[in-house]
């Protein structure tokens, strides 16, 4: 029983971790402020990661184990809206349970003149969605808008969703709306039962 106890713990430390380095960069977020948001000493927390590099280093890993899981489920399904949806299905159910990671893999858009957070090869962007997101690429300008807007879309979503304590709720809008930036129409309604209005 200790095994999963400690590795939830470390989940969560690295997704709160996560959020801190997106938010104030790695210089800026102490290992003190870590502790403080999950509710350990600074001791507690060297318990669990023996420095600040080693914290930051493993919330990048966590996130290119993500998406590595995310590749290795598409990998049957060709280019094309089907994959697509199913990809934004995916990301958007990681996206929910890890906030902190979504928050430290956009830091590369929100704060792009800081140090380096997730590069696009290690998000898997490329590969789940066939378009090269760096500069000098050769993806179509629609579909690179369209993929990055979704992925914006599916980042600023999934972190008002876990804010406002609606990810049960908001999940398959979210879906839908990415679903529709990817040109694809949508993948649910819109509107949920309780927010139509009868006539």
């Excluded at 049957?76 to 958007?92: C, H, I, S």
């Excluded at 990055?148 to 839908?176: C, D, F, M, Y």
Aim: proline share 6%.
């Amino acid at each position: 029983m200790a095994r999963p106890f400690r590795q939830q713990a470390d989940e969560e430390i690295l997704d709160r971790a996560a959020a801190l380095f997106a938010q104030h960069g790695f210089a800026q977020t102490t290992l003190k402020s870590v502790a403080d948001a999950v509710g350990l000493s600074k001791a507690g927390l060297l318990h669990h990661f023996p420095n600040k590099e080693a914290l930051y280093d493993a919330a990048h890993e966590v996130a290119r184990e993500q998406g590595k899981r995310v590749l290795d489920r598409l990998a049957a399904l060709p280019p094309g809206p089907e994959r697509d949806v199913r990809a934004l299905d995916l990301l958007t159910d990681i996206a929910l349970d890890r906030p902190g990671l979504v928050a430290l893999a956009f830091r590369a858009v929100t704060a792009p003149d800081a140090e380096p957070a997730l590069a696009a090869e290690d998000m898997f962007v490329s590969s789940i969605f066939g378009v090269d997101l760096g500069e000098g690429g050769d993806a179509r300008p629609e579909r690179l808008v369209r993929v990055i807007g979704a992925l914006s879309a599916l980042a600023v979503l999934t972190l008002a969703a876990n804010h406002r304590g609606e990810k049960t709720t908001w999940r398959p809008l979210i879906v839908a709306t990415c679903t529709a930036a990817l040109g694809h129409g949508r993948a649910a309604p819109l509107t949920s039962p309780q927010d139509q209005v009868e006539a």
